[in-house]
């Protein structure tokens, strides 16, 4: 049976399979490509990462593959977030990362595939990294901005899952950047003070 949203969007049910090694959701709706040459002022080196670019070419970092469930409070929407491996100077590859619109939404996610972090912060307090691998779960609470972080030389694949009413707020990440970053040091994931806090914009 199909149910009708109060906005007039329609929930039915369904399945999907995400392929373990690639990824790939079967019959997606939305397909996100995200190229490291439209993500160079996330990272906290981004004349490093222009570098990178002049070197090695545009490259995929990280791709999320989704089914168009209604954004309304009731439903769950989820994707298959696909972070590849790499880094900008010592600084990992890793998603934009946001805060819900509706900021109280929580989130979670499970990895299916890869080695890598969830970067949590709230707008203060201290930082939280929680470890993703296979059959590990996040569970991101609301008030917190996230992002995925692949520390790992394999496609970090997950599957968040969140209220289908949260909404994304890229502007502030992207305006401030988090206070944090994932870098490698002495060949281990170190959470170090991020230099170009508050102006990330500029
Ligand atoms: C995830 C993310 C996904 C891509 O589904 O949207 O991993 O990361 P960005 O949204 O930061 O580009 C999620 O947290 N949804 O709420
Ligand atoms: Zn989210």
Same mark, same amino acid.
């Given at each position: 049976?199909?149910? =009708?949203?109060? *906005? ?8 999907? =399979?995400? *392929? ?13 490509? !995200?190229?490291?040459? &439209? ?28 089914? *168009? ?25 890793? &998603? ?8 109280? &939404? ?8 890869? *080695? ?5 912060? =709230? ?15 996040? $569970? ?17 694949? @997950? ?12 502007? @502030? ?5 988090? !206070?944090?970053?994932?870098?490698? =040091? ?10 170009? $806090?508050? !102006?990330?914009?500029?």
């Amino acid at each position: 049976m199909q149910i =009708k949203m109060e *906005n007039g969007a329609v929930a039915f049910p369904f399945s999907v =399979k995400i *392929n373990s090694v690639t990824g790939k959701m079967d019959d997606y709706d939305t397909h996100i490509e !995200r190229s490291l040459s &439209t993500l160079v002022s996330i990272f906290s080196d981004p004349d490093a990462a222009e570098d990178f670019l002049e070197k090695n070419g545009d490259t995929l970092a990280y791709e999320v593959y989704e089914k *168009n469930i209604p954004e309304v409070n009731g439903e769950i929407r989820f994707c298959s977030s696909i972070t590849y491996p790499g880094k900008i100077g010592n600084e990992y590859f890793m &998603t934009k990362g946001h805060f819900h619109s509706r900021l109280d &939404t929580a989130e979670i996610y499970y990895c299916i595939r890869g *080695n890598g972090c969830i970067l949590m912060e =709230k707008k203060d307090g201290n930082p939280i990294l929680e470890n993703m691998y296979p059959g590990r779960v996040v $569970y991101v609470p609301g008030y917190y901005a996230h992002r995925s972080i692949n520390i790992g030389d394999e496609p970090l694949i @997950s599957l968040p899952a969140y209220p289908g009413d949260a909404g994304h707020d890229y502007k @502030s990440i992207e305006d401030n950047g988090f !206070r944090h970053i994932v870098v490698e =040091k002495n060949g281990k994931p170190a959470l170090l003070e991020n230099p170009r $806090y508050g !102006r990330m914009g500029k």
